[in-house]
């Protein structure tokens, strides 16, 4: 009897041993796999997280909001026709194609290929002084000069205007700078929708009428 109770107690003593040793280890799993599970999304969120980049292939900026969305001034509109006849379907762009007339380059523009067109709005030309945009829209040949000199002989893609000088048709050149959706010409002309597709043309619609340096 009593060998029994010896061994009945050394059971008992190594079940007493042990089980703290197994509660242990499974207590040390579950943390690690909690921790595991939970650690990870802590971790990713943690990351800092990049913005989502610019979608340059489409129009972009913030003037691009007033384009119409249906019609022949919409963006699906202009792609169908050639530049100068896109531009007077564009209710902002109209003092530019009242201009593109009183210097006959409708055709000349309506009939290149693969060029580049930036092309001031309405309140572009109004920060001209009037008596000097009315001397210019009466001068043909000074208007032709300054129209020429927003009109580049090849499609210019944004990634090209990060940091770029371009020969115009006027033949003096223009300087491009930025990135994403934000850039200038000249310094200080914004493009303030740009990368409008025409049927002959690229169009980045600015804020600010740009005058060759000899105007």
């Given at each position: ?32 796999s909690a921790s595991g599970t939970s650690g990870n999304p802590a971790k990713t969120s943690a990351a800092p997280s990049s913005a989502a980049p610019v979608n340059t292939d489409k129009p972009f900026g913030p003037a691009c909001a007033s384009v119409p969305k ?146």
């Amino acid at each position: 009897m009593k060998a029994t109770h010896a061994r009945r107690a050394a059971v008992a003593l190594s079940a007493a041993l042990v089980l703290p040793l197994v509660l242990t280890a499974c207590s040390g799993e579950s943390d690690t796999s909690a921790s595991g599970t939970s650690g990870n999304p802590a971790k990713t969120s943690a990351a800092p997280s990049s913005a989502a980049p610019v979608n340059t292939d489409k129009p972009f900026g913030p003037a691009c909001a007033s384009v119409p969305k249906s019609g022949a001034g919409s963006f699906t509109g202009m792609a169908q026709d050639p530049v100068a006849t896109a531009a007077s379907n564009n209710p902002a762009l109209s003092t530019l194609v009242t201009a593109v007339k009183k210097a006959g380059l409708v055709d000349t523009l309506n009939s290149a290929q693969n060029i580049t067109v930036f092309a001031p709005t309405n309140d572009a030309f109004a920060k001209v002084p009037k008596a000097d945009l009315e001397k210019l829209l009466a001068d043909k040949d000074a208007l032709t000069k300054v129209l020429t000199y927003h009109v580049v002989g090849r499609k210019l893609t944004p990634e090209q205007l990060a940091k770029g000088s371009f020969e115009t048709l006027e033949k003096d050149e223009l300087t491009t700078a930025g990135s994403g959706a934000a850039y200038t010409v000249n310094g200080t002309s914004g493009i303030v929708c740009g990368n409008v597709p025409t049927a002959n043309a690229t169009v980045y619609i600015v804020d600010t009428v740009l005058m060759p340096p000899a105007a």
